[in-house]
């Protein structure tokens, strides 16, 4: 253990950085869930107070409507009055006739205002249903968000240092290798998703049969060997391209053979 990483060979040295990405990329996993579950609750928030606003504001012109209207149908029932009263003191039948008409003019128009209130005052009941509905909803979406945001705590807090603590252990075991594998191992890993490395499987001995265990093409013999012979050298799987390695259990029992 007290041999530094440069000292190790190159396998050995990627396959410690791998495994260390692939335990950061884990609990990274977890974090990543989780604000996702968050935004996912939040954005659904976003759209249902976005909803609320917008009715909002068609309640506030439906109201406005039915106001209006409210304040023309009495201001008719004052000249109806008023013109009633005309016709009480008319001094001739000509004159009381056109009262009358006119009347009756306000009358009809009155109706028809009447009509028009109570389709109004009937929008702004409904728009109140509607804003009760969506207030409820809009409650609920907020526990959901709530909840989604203490979960997404919670994992900072159990992940948070750990993580921190094997992003720097990754760091570190990154160091000896070269820019250039390290830009094929980057390169593996986000075509991948994180699987740069693949482990070769052994499926008969007798007859040297091993494959890969990303894609599982059988390898030819001669990369088993340099897995074994040259283990400073990289090699790859021939079909997906991973970066081969070999278990230690698998190694030392090809070796002693
Ligand atoms: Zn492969």
Not at 125 to 145: C, H, M, P
Not at 156 to 163: D, H, I, M, S, Y
Request: hydrophobic share 35%; net charge negative; charged share 30%.
């Amino acid at each position: 253990m007290n041999r530094s990483a440069t000292e190790l060979p190159l396998q050995d040295q990627l396959y410690a950085y791998f495994e260390l990405d692939q335990r950061v990329r884990a609990m990274r996993a977890r974090l990543d869930a989780a604000l996702r579950r968050r935004d996912a609750q939040q954005r659904k928030l976003d759209q249902l107070r976005q909803a609320g606003d917008e009715l909002s504001a068609q309640f506030k012109t439906a109201q406005a409507h039915a106001a209006t209207l409210e304040n023309e149908a009495a201001s008719i029932d004052q000249r109806v009055n008023a013109q009633r009263d005309k016709m009480n003191s008319a001094t001739s039948n000509k004159e009381y006739s056109a009262l009358l008409v006119e009347v009756n003019t306000l009358k009809a128009d009155k109706s028809k205002i009447d009509d028009a209130q109570l389709d109004a005052m009937a929008k702004v009941e409904a728009l109140t249903a509607e804003t009760d509905g969506l207030s409820e909803k809009i409650r609920a979406q907020e526990k959901l968000v709530e909840g989604a945001t203490r979960e997404v705590g919670e994992a900072q807090t159990e992940v948070g240092g750990k993580l921190a603590e094997l992003e720097a252990e990754r760091d570190a075991a990154a160091q000896p290798l070269s820019p250039e594998i390290r830009k094929t191992f980057d390169r593996l890993s986000h075509t991948y998703d994180g699987e740069a490395m693949a482990e070769i499987i052994e499926q008969d001995r007798r007859r040297m049969e091993y494959t890969c265990g990303g894609c599982f093409t059988l390898l030819p013999v001669e990369s088993v060997n340099a897995l074994i012979t040259k283990p400073d050298q990289l090699t790859t799987c021939g079909t997906c391209n991973r970066i081969l390695y070999v278990s230690k259990d698998l190694r030392e029992s090809l070796a002693a053979k």
